[in-house]
């Protein structure tokens, strides 16, 4: 799970899982920690990872967008982003999209799902250029879950058009749709200010980590080299600008379905392990799950998110 070491073993201590101080411990690259708030540094350098290759592809694509970070958000801990769904309006409250695992309050257990828990955590909005602009503030917890997705949704206490009206900067929108293997992407990281461009690999059955099992997750080719702190980035199609999933882990080590190390589960039970291998979450559910003003109704009609 793709959170930063010293944050991890906060929310660790935060959820009394003190016996277990390895889980989602990330160290960056080097085997260094990195530093507790990446927006205090006056000369953030914006570093693009890439592949030559997809990017000869991707330039030569008139339908392909210059994806930045106008939208995404610094946490504490990991990477997020403002969403709205394709239905939403100005006046709604505007939405944060991130990990589960990346709580204040520490992970969710096998089983378990938020709903409409009180929060007042802070989120730095970043402008196209990965500046911080402003400080955005959550009202609660929407939604969150580590079962079958790992994906937290914050309410803001800001509407979509006071946040575009004082800082020019507009939602990610969330496509509706399951993205195609092959999709050419962008993981988009507040909290490093860097953006890891790739393509979707595939598509995991399960993908297991630790006591952890996610359905459907998107399998990243091996130029999204993602680390610590790159947890609950947006993976944006570059073709639609559109969010399609949020990105979670990655396998290390080689271990076999491990933390930090996840395994990939097929349909008969094969278990695959794929060192050096990153993933996300697909978040085209959260589409039909949220309705006028941005109500969460996980009764809703094609909704299938895990419900409490």
């Not at 969330?174 to 993205?179: A, E, I």
């Amino acid at each position: 799970m793709r959170k930063p070491l010293a944050a991890a073993l906060l929310a660790l201590a935060m959820s009394g899982v003190g016996a277990a101080p390895a889980l989602a411990a990330e160290p960056v690259a080097g085997g260094s920690e990195p530093i507790a708030d990446p927006d205090t540094v006056t000369s953030v350098v914006h570093d693009v990872v890439t592949s030559t290759t997809e990017n000869l592809a991707r330039s030569a694509s008139p339908s392909a967008q210059a994806v930045n970070f106008a939208g995404t958000v610094s946490l504490s801990n990991c990477s997020g982003s403002v969403v709205r769904m394709s239905n939403s309006q100005d006046d709604d409250p505007a939405l944060v999209l991130t990990n589960g695992h990346c709580l204040e309050s520490g992970f969710p257990r096998p089983g378990q799902v938020i709903v409409d828990q009180a929060s007042s955590r802070s989120f730095g909005l970043l402008n196209s250029a990965g500046t911080r602009v402003a400080t955005l503030r959550a009202s609660k917890i929407a939604y969150a879950t580590m079962t079958d997705t790992d994906a937290a949704v914050y309410q803001l206490t800001r509407t979509y058009g006071q946040i575009k009206s004082a800082y020019g900067i507009d939602a990610l929108t969330l496509q509706g749709t399951r993205p195609a293997a092959g999709t050419a992407i962008s993981v988009v990281s507040g909290y490093w200010k860097r953006i890891y461009n790739c393509s979707i690999d595939g598509f995991v059955y399960r993908l297991k980590e630790g006591d952890w099992t996610w359905k459907d997750s998107v399998r990243y080719t091996s130029a999204c080299n993602t680390i610590g702190g790159t947890s609950g980035s947006p993976v944006v199609d570059t073709a639609t600008g559109k969010v399609v999933a949020v990105n979670n882990t990655g396998n290390e080590d080689g271990e076999r379905c491990t933390v930090n190390n996840p395994c990939e589960v097929d349909e008969n039970g094969t278990v695959t392990v794929r060192k050096g291998i990153n993933y996300a979450q697909q978040t085209y559910p959260f589409a039909a799950c949220f309705g006028v003003d941005n109500k969460l109704d996980l009764s809703a009609s094609g909704c299938t998110l895990p419900k409490p």
